[in-house]
């Protein structure tokens, strides 16, 4: 059968709206077992043409669409049969599998990639999207990912690295490696999302050095602690009341910065005074008895109409980010009225006071979520090592409020002085 022509689908099209009947028009030999046809239908109002990829395969005819004529013109629906279609028939392949199979370009993996942080409900992937966004305009968005090399890599992240900023150009060397680390993954994940295959053959970040890291030390002696506190219930600058909340039921309960920031109506139970995560930064669910003054302060906060205990000042929608967080902290410790700290520190204070008041490190641990490698701490249960948790949380909010009641006694003594 000879090759379709253009002319001879404009003819078709309209032998079809004047005769009313279906015409199926087929482009070249296909040897009984596939081809490329154009299916023209007359409708109510109007004509439709679609170009189908037809496979004959255990006696039974198969059919996929890959588009509509005109919008596909007769040379790309013959390319994209060719491309997709044409060697899964030659294999007798059904075409029902059949996708685009095309190397995915750069913006197809990182897009894809953030949307698997998206899906897994990881806070991070807003971060993630930011920067990827940013080193596929470098990269060249439509480039096949599979085309990037090392050098393109190191080339990009040289000039962050040179001027100063190496916490950024680890975190660009991260997220390039990861992207293409779920690429590869998902190469043959029946699970993915992405609508492309990448064809990777190796992670071009994969050999690029880790910026050294650097382990924090600095924790708060119980002076500082006592200043930060007071301060932070009644600062002596307009803040958004939230902040100043978060921080201290940060420093109170010594959990991750993310997941006191996101701290949502759902995940607290007032009744057993317990927060209760279902997914936190490890992966791993985690629920803590707070201290008691914690609970008091958690207490008199009215969540806002969305749930959240600490929402953005900007955005009541969302609660207050991490990022938002630290630059507050970042402010007051310029204008010196607080003592030099991060949100970090702060878990880290925790961590220091709490074992100065008596808690074992193995508690300390279990009530910050660090991973366990124990049979218990693999399977998730609210209650597990709840009674051992309570009794430090109680021991640690008689040592807080100590520390708290000590500094109000000297400042009376010194005053009456």
Known sequence: MPSLTDGEIRRALKQVEETRKQQNLVDGEGHGTGRLVLVIKPMPTRVTA?????QWRDQKRLKKKLGSYPSMGLSQ???IFKRDFADMIQKGRSIKIAGDTRPGTVADLFEAYVASLKADGKPSWKEAEKGLNKIADSLGRNRPARDVEPDEIRDIIRPIYQRGKRSMADHVRSYIRSAYSWGLKSEHDYRSTSVRRFRLIYNPAAGIPTEPKKVGTRWLDEEEFIRLYRWLESPDAPVHPPYTRAVRI???????????????VDQWDAAERIIDWSKTKNGKPHAIPVPKIAAELIGSIKPNDFGWFFPSATDPSKPVSHGTLYSFMWRQRDREVIPVVTNRDLRR?????????????????????????????????????????????????????????????????????
């Open 349 to 417: 204070t925790w961590k220091t006071l709490a074992g100065k008041a008596g808690l074992s490190k193995e508690i300390r641990d279990r009530l910050q979520n660090h991973t366990l490698q124990d049979v218990s701490s693999k399977s998730y249960d609210r209650w597990n090592y709840m009674p051992e948790k309570r009794a430090a949380m109680a021991r640690w909010d008689n040592f807080v409020r100590e520390i708290l009641m000590k500094k109000k006694r000297k400042a009376a003594l010194e005053e009456a002085a």
């Open 50 to 54: 679609d170009w189908m990829a037809q």
């Open 77 to 79: 629906a013959r390319e």
């Open 250 to 264: 940060l420093m109170l309960t010594g959990q991750r910065v993310e997941e006191i920031a996101r701290l949502h």
